[in-house]
């Protein structure tokens, strides 16, 4: 089967989907950095699970690092680009950084898959492009209000990818992706930090009262939408991958507590200008043209997650 390059192979999305390509029988360049963002040893944890797989490559690598992946890689049919600086908050903290690894990071992947001949690009973007849309967000909203600086590089990056399908011909699939949760999900993402502060009776900080709406889908849903994506060529779309099923955050620390089997010790906080009061995907078009469905329901995505996390309780509290 033909080659695939991932970027961002060591994260939280992008180790999941390189698990799955590879049992789908293809074979994977992964290329990663190890990106300071969060902790190097969980993304090593996530990397462990595929690292000495015959049809899996590994290179340790910034994407910038043009000249470098040019002589490593020779072809690839496809692209599939994860990498990212992730994190609404910080970004606003440090923007440059964000407008570096994810505009200029974008660029750079661009370049080679021109290079290497590829002839599909698959873009791992988000929801925060809708910023201050009108909900259930739709592909054809505008996405010109975003309310950070890591929605702005990601609306940044989907423009940029418009050009180079249309100068150049190569194939663009972007995804917008919708609050990815599961095992291994980033550290820095609420259900963890509201799971590891369940689990140890500590206080969870909690912003709007808890009103904010997030439409949480579970990894393997977005992974079946990844590759649905594979299987299609278009010449420049834009999908919503989410479940259509938004939930208030309070919700969520309902469902963790019960399956946790400890009370939540809860501080709300007025909610970050920059976080978006609620997100909630239309899914119809990624419905109709990849024949994506979500299969899995918020009960059952948070059972999964409490099942993984306590069953690696300790190294997740020594990571
Ligand atoms: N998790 C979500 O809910 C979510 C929602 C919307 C969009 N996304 C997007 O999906 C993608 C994957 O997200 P994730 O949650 O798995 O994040 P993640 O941080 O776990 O994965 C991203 C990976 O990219 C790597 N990386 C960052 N900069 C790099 C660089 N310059 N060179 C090489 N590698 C680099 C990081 O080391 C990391 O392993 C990102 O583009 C993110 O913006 C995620």
Redesign the pocket.
């Known amino acids: 089967m033909s080659d695939i390059i991932v970027?961002?192979?060591?994260?939280?999305?992008?180790?999941h989907l390189c698990e799955s390509l590879l049992k789908e029988g293809y074979q994977v360049i992964g290329?990663?950095?190890?990106?300071s963002?969060?902790d190097r040893r969980?993304?090593e944890r996530?990397l462990a699970i595929l690292r000495d797989r015959k049809q899996f490559e590994f290179l340790e690598?910034?994407?910038?690092?043009f000249d470098y992946l040019r002589r490593k890689i020779r072809n690839t049919e496809v692209v599939i680009?994860?990498?990212?600086?992730?994190g609404v908050r910080s970004s606003m903290k440090d923007p440059k950084s964000y407008a570096d690894?994810?505009i200029l990071?974008t660029i750079s992947v661009l370049e080679l898959a021109l290079k290497l001949n590829a002839n599909q690009f698959i873009f791992?973007?988000?929801?925060?492009v809708y910023g201050l849309d009108e909900v259930p967000f739709r592909e054809d909203s505008p996405a010109d209000r975003p309310l950070s600086v890591?929605g702005g590089t990601?609306r940044a990056s989907e423009i940029i990818l418009h050009a180079y399908s249309y100068n150049y011909g190569l194939p663009v699939t972007i995804l917008?992706?919708?609050?990815?949760?599961g095992p291994r999900?980033?550290p820095d993402?609420a259900i963890y930090k509201f799971a590891k502060g369940i689990f140890l009776g500590e206080e969870i900080t909690v912003y709007g009262e808890g009103k904010l709406k997030r439409d949480y889908?579970y990894i393997s849903d977005i992974v079946d939408g990844i590759i649905k994506a594979l299987r299609r060529k278009f010449s420049y779309e834009i999908f919503n991958l989410g479940s259509g099923r938004p939930i208030e955050i309070i919700r969520l620390i309902r469902l963790l507590e019960r399956y946790i089997g400890r009370e939540a010790r809860i501080r709300f906080e007025e909610k970050p200008r920059e976080d978006m009061p609620e997100t909630y995907a239309d899914i119809s078009k990624a419905k109709k043209l990849l024949g994506y469905e979500p299969k899995v329901s918020i009960e059952e995505g948070v059972r999964k997650f409490v099942k993984w996390f306590l069953n690696n309780i300790e190294e997740n509290l020594r990571l």
């Open positions: 970027t961002g192979c060591a994260g939280f999305i992008g180790s290329i990663d950095n190890f990106d963002y969060y969980f993304k996530n690598a910034d994407i910038r690092d680009h994860l990498a990212a600086r992730p690894a994810n990071g791992g973007s988000s929801s925060s890591y990601k917008r992706f919708f609050t990815v949760y999900v980033r993402m889908t």
